[in-house]
T-cell receptor, first 115, second 109 residues
Framework: DVKVTQSSRYLVKRTGEKVFLECVQD?????MFWYRQDPGLGLRLIYF???????EKGDIPEGYSVSREKKERFSLILESASTNQTSMYLC??????????????FGPGTRLTVT | KNEVEQSPQNLTAQEGEFITINCSYS?????LHWLQQHPGGGIVSLFM???GKKKHGRLIATINIQEKHSSLHITASHPRDSAVYIC???????????FGTGTRLQVFP
């Protein structure tokens, strides 16, 4: 069965802290994604990785960075957390769209509060 | 204007009612996804479709490519169907999804 796991369900951090959110998938998927979800705004793409060490900025990359050293693991880093980064963070993975379209599989989400 | 628009934003229904959620998009797509999110956050994929109609149990999804419109129908709704339903467009020739803002459905017994 397909599985995407995230390191924490709930996280509380202080302003200015460096925050690491980890995501692991066990499906050998090429693509991995980090989204944030805010009321009224829906899911917005922060960063996307299509291969190990490869990444693309999404719609809202400011204040975030990512790391993908292994195919199964994609990390989101908040270099200096701010209160406007309080949100639900969702990781997803999928096969690469080559000859067809594929589903994205989502992790359970991490609700981050920055105080 | 958002590239993916859903309506309604909120929907309440009595158990047993037929429910329709609509999604319109303005981008070229490879496929259209319908997703379900229960309280607590987890998102599951209900359908991925690029033409016609798909059915799974009491759920039916349709898409009209020419009109750039998709609908999700729930027949004989049940309180366990209460969730947020999200449509997402897979942008043509990319791996990226653009999401609607979701429809919050509450079904009362």
């Amino acid at each position: 069965d397909v599985k995407v796991t995230q390191s924490s369900r709930y996280l509380v951090k202080r302003t200015g802290e460096k925050v690491f959110l980890e995501c692991v998938q066990d499906m050998d998927h090429e693509n991995m994604f980090w989204y944030r979800q805010d009321p009224g705004l829906g899911l917005r793409l922060i960063y996307f990785s299509y291969d190990v060490k490869m990444k693309e900025k999404g719609d809202i990359p400011e204040g975030y960075s990512v790391s993908r050293e292994k195919k199964e693991r994609f990390s989101l880093i908040l270099e200096s957390a701010s209160t406007n980064q309080t949100s639900m963070y969702l990781c997803a993975s999928s096969l690469a769209t080559g000859t067809g379209a594929y589903e994205q599989y989502f992790g359970p989400g991490t609700r981050l509060t920055v105080t | 204007k958002n590239e993916v628009e859903q309506s309604p934003q909120n929907l309440t229904a009595q158990e047993g009612e037929f429910i329709t959620i609509n999604c319109s998009y303005s981008v070229g797509i490879s496929a259209l996804h319908w997703l379900q999110q229960h309280p607590g956050g987890g998102i599951v994929s209900l359908f991925m479709l690029s033409s016609g109609k798909k059915k799974h149990g009491r759920l039916i999804a349709t898409i009209n490519i020419q009109e750039k419109h998709s609908s999700l129908h729930i027949t004989a709704s049940h309180p366990r169907d209460s969730a947020v339903y999200i449509c997402a467009a897979l942008v043509y020739n990319t791996d990226k999804l653009i999401f609607g803002t979701g429809t919050r459905l509450q079904v009362f017994p």
